[in-house]
């Protein structure tokens, strides 16, 4: 088995390689639509062909903006709705103080809720009420998994 040859063996050696000739063809072929007059020739055709059209402008036209029609007193109705939540949610984490967090969650989801119909102070306390029980079950629930997985835990 004879070794790989080295550099100087491979460059020594005599290798022809044979022009391409694949390329000419497209060259040609590439020059011969670039003639210096060729150019020329097409601008000449597409300024005969090429006609100005001429613009007209109208009047400009005006008109005037009125003013919206004030909107119902949202602010007052947001401070109402806002003391309500807080009056109904004092009211509510005294009896629970322990679940603070979700009877405010709740709360703040009710009045978000009311705030979209078209009255937020009579829908709220239902909403809200709803929205309470929920957390309180959930809270319920939540303790019941707790007292399991510490029984769990111990054994």
């Given at each position: 088995m004879r070794p790989p040859a080295s550099w100087g063996e491979i460059s020594s050696q005599n290798i022809n390689f044979h022009k391409t000739r694949d390329c000419q063809s497209i060259a040609g072929f590439l020059l011969d639509r670039c003639r210096p007059g060729a150019?020329?020739?097409r601008k000449l055709n597409?300024?005969?062909n090429y006609?100005?059209?001429l613009t007209r402008f109208e009047?400009?036209?005006g008109f005037e903006v009125k003013p919206a029609p004030p909107a119902?007193?949202?602010r007052v109705?947001?401070?109402r709705l806002e003391r309500l939540k807080n009056e109904l949610l004092v009211e509510r984490l005294e009896a629970?103080?322990?679940v603070n967090s979700d009877l405010r969650r709740a709360a703040n989801e009710a009045a978000a809720l009311a705030w979209v119909t078209a009255y937020p102070l009579l829908?709220?306390?239902a909403l809200f009420e709803e929205k309470a029980e929920l957390a309180l079950a959930r809270a319920v629930r939540q303790e019941e998994v707790r007292e399991r997985s510490r029984e769990l835990l111990m054994v």
């Amino acid at each position: 088995m004879r070794p790989p040859a080295s550099w100087g063996e491979i460059s020594s050696q005599n290798i022809n390689f044979h022009k391409t000739r694949d390329c000419q063809s497209i060259a040609g072929f590439l020059l011969d639509r670039c003639r210096p007059g060729a150019r020329r020739k097409r601008k000449l055709n597409m300024n005969t062909n090429y006609r100005r059209v001429l613009t007209r402008f109208e009047p400009e036209t005006g008109f005037e903006v009125k003013p919206a029609p004030p909107a119902p007193f949202r602010r007052v109705q947001e401070n109402r709705l806002e003391r309500l939540k807080n009056e109904l949610l004092v009211e509510r984490l005294e009896a629970a103080p322990e679940v603070n967090s979700d009877l405010r969650r709740a709360a703040n989801e009710a009045a978000a809720l009311a705030w979209v119909t078209a009255y937020p102070l009579l829908v709220f306390p239902a909403l809200f009420e709803e929205k309470a029980e929920l957390a309180l079950a959930r809270a319920v629930r939540q303790e019941e998994v707790r007292e399991r997985s510490r029984e769990l835990l111990m054994v």
